[in-house]
């Protein structure tokens, strides 16, 4: 039979990706789950507090000043709460099997999250960004190059939670 | 009724195919523009150490965060590949089970 062409372009690796994946799932009468469910409210709510916390940022491009910290304490409340909430909701779901990163020797890419899920990871990450900036607000008012920084570090970590969550849509 | 080997092969590429080349490029587009998110950022912290408007309060904090930002990228790269491999499980298993059911003349 004549090589289609899809099998030269298969990496080494993801042939033992595929030959373990597959094991795996016929061992396990297909049960065997590397990922786990889409949650459709979980990826709305990503949508939603993204675009809070930019809302928190667009106020502060000229920097944020001490002196009027207590106008956005209720709205560093109420992101960080709806942070965690998301965050509760990520981790409920069942837990998918690592496995398949056993067979391939993969390391722990995060040992600072105790979590597999790496929209959990993004969500705690975020959490302590907004803490971080609260603190800093709080204490002496936040620089321009601050706000950006502390922006460009939030649009990472959801930029990488809102990817993944999607992909898991089927 | 004998399943036809060859045919089955090729259904198989193909729908692995159909999962590897849609998810793929998409992946491709995550790491590239993960990667230049990184390096602003860097460029972002740099600039303002070297300034001078990057607190001492804020300065480990921000240093300290891009290791962080860096594991979590790794870490959703390969959450994007591990949802690839279950997909194509998924894909796979569908076909062999079609042609089983085909062969045995009852739909499973």
């Given at each position: 039979?004549?090589?289609?062409?899809?099998q030269?372009?298969?990496?080494?690796?993801?042939s033992?990706?595929?030959?373990s994946?597959?094991?795996?799932a016929?061992?396990?009468?297909?049960?065997?789950?590397?990922?786990?469910d889409?949650?459709?409210?979980l990826?709305?709510?990503l949508?939603?507090?993204?675009?809070?916390?930019?809302?928190?940022?667009?106020?502060?491009?000229g920097g944020?000043s001490?002196g009027?910290y207590?106008?956005?304490?209720?709205?560093?409340?109420?992101?960080?709460?709806?942070l965690?909430?998301?965050?509760?909701q990520?981790e409920?779901r069942p837990a998918?099997?690592?496995?398949?990163?056993?067979?391939?020797s993969v390391?722990?890419?995060?040992p600072?999250?105790?979590?597999?899920i790496?929209?959990?990871?993004?969500?705690d990450?975020?959490?302590?960004?907004?803490?971080?900036?609260?603190?800093?607000?709080?204490?002496q008012?936040?620089?321009?190059?601050?706000?950006?920084?502390?922006?460009?570090s939030?649009?990472?970590?959801?930029h990488?939670a809102?990817?993944?969550?999607?992909?898991l849509?089927? | 009724?004998?399943?036809?080997q060859?045919?089955?092969?090729?259904?198989?590429?193909?729908a692995?195919?159909?999962?590897?080349?849609r998810?793929?490029?998409?992946i491709?587009?995550?790491?590239?523009?993960?990667?230049k998110r990184?390096?602003?950022q860097?460029?972002?912290?740099?600039?303002?150490?070297a300034?001078?408007?990057?607190?001492?309060?804020?300065?480990?904090?921000?240093?300290?965060?891009?290791?962080?930002?860096?594991r979590?990228f790794?870490?959703?790269?390969?959450?994007l590949?591990?949802?690839t491999?279950?997909k194509?499980?998924?894909?796979?298993?569908?076909v062999l089970?079609?042609?089983?059911?085909?062969?045995?003349g009852?739909p499973?």
């Amino acid at each position: 039979m004549r090589n289609s062409g899809f099998q030269l372009r298969v990496h080494p690796t993801w042939s033992l990706v595929l030959a373990s994946a597959l094991a795996l799932a016929l061992s396990a009468g297909c049960a065997t789950r590397l990922v786990p469910d889409y949650d459709r409210e979980l990826a709305t709510g990503l949508r939603a507090i993204s675009a809070s916390i930019l809302g928190l940022f667009a106020g502060g491009t000229g920097g944020l000043s001490k002196g009027t910290y207590a106008k956005r304490e209720h709205t560093y409340s109420q992101l960080i709460g709806g942070l965690q909430s998301l965050r509760l909701q990520s981790e409920s779901r069942p837990a998918p099997d690592r496995r398949i990163s056993e067979v391939l020797s993969v390391p722990d890419p995060d040992p600072d999250c105790d979590s597999d899920i790496p929209t959990t990871c993004s969500l705690d990450y975020m959490i302590g960004v907004l803490e971080q900036m609260r603190l800093a607000d709080r204490k002496q008012g936040v620089s321009t190059t601050e706000v950006a920084a502390f922006r460009g570090s939030m649009e990472g970590y959801m930029h990488n939670a809102l990817t993944y969550e999607n992909a898991l849509q089927r | 009724m004998p399943l036809n080997q060859a045919q089955l092969v090729s259904d198989i590429q193909v729908a692995a195919r159909g999962v590897l080349q849609r998810d793929l490029a998409g992946i491709s587009g995550f790491k590239a523009s993960g990667l230049k998110r990184l390096a602003v950022q860097a460029q972002v912290v740099a600039d303002g150490i070297a300034a001078g408007t990057i607190s001492e309060l804020n300065r480990p904090f921000f240093i300290n965060d891009l290791k962080n930002r860096t594991r979590n990228f790794v870490h959703t790269l390969i959450g994007l590949f591990e949802i690839t491999v279950d997909k194509l499980i998924d894909a796979i298993v569908r076909v062999l089970v079609s042609a089983i059911g085909a062969a045995v003349g009852v739909p499973i």
